[in-house]
């Protein structure tokens, strides 16, 4: 093989390999969507950690999708009871991925969620009921049966159960 035609071909090898990275990642780029997060974990001064806007948000902007895991009431059970949603059926509760979980409770909300079918699976949708400011605490409300199973708890701890 002549020393030019070898030359010839690493180049052409060389070439290819620097344009097959350089297409692939226009590809990726074009096919990965980009996701950014409205929402970002703080100190709360309601109750320990928070979840906060990350940037303005406009009233029914969807905040977070949350995948959610479905698992039985049974299953549950410590300081993980106090993290969980009620799900459709009375012995489910969902656990949620993200920051989901992390949103403190408030009687005058600003935002609500909903439980959606997805492909991968079930998630959790946070929107916004009003136009939030940056940096604003999002809350939701927790809703009666939330309070009322923990005030029948506390009530069995003094009792000695």
């Known amino acids: 093989?002549?020393?030019?035609?070898?030359?010839?071909?690493v180049i052409i090898f060389f070439a290819g390999a620097v344009l097959g990275i350089v297409f692939s990642r226009k590809i990726r780029q074009e096919t990965e969507p980009a996701y950014e997060t409205s929402?970002?974990?703080?100190k709360s001064n309601i109750s320990g950690r928070?979840?906060?806007?990350?940037?303005?948000?406009?009233?029914?902007?969807?905040?977070e999708r949350c995948p959610v895991l479905v698992v039985d009431e049974d299953d549950i059970g410590g300081e993980l009871l106090n993290y969980v949603f009620y799900g459709d059926d009375e012995t489910k509760r969902?656990?949620?991925?993200?920051?989901?979980?992390?949103?403190?409770h408030s009687s005058f909300p600003n935002v609500?969620?909903?439980?959606?079918?997805?492909?991968?699976?079930p998630e959790l949708v946070i929107y916004a009921l009003r136009d939030i400011r940056k940096d604003e605490e999002l809350?939701?409300?927790?809703?009666?049966?939330?309070?009322?199973?923990?005030?029948?708890?506390?009530?069995?701890?003094?009792?000695?159960y």
């Open 50 to 63: 928070g979840a906060f806007a990350a940037n303005d948000i406009s009233q029914w902007d969807i905040v």
């Open 39 to 42: 929402v970002r974990t703080g």
């Open 112 to 121: 609500a969620y909903y439980l959606e079918e997805t492909p991968l699976g």
């Open 139 to 160: 809350f939701y409300n927790y809703g009666s049966e939330w309070w009322s199973t923990r005030a029948h708890q506390s009530t069995m701890n003094r009792a000695g």
């Open 1 to 9: 093989m002549e020393p030019s035609f070898f030359a010839l071909l």
């Open 94 to 104: 969902l656990v949620a991925m993200g920051n989901g979980m992390l949103f403190n």
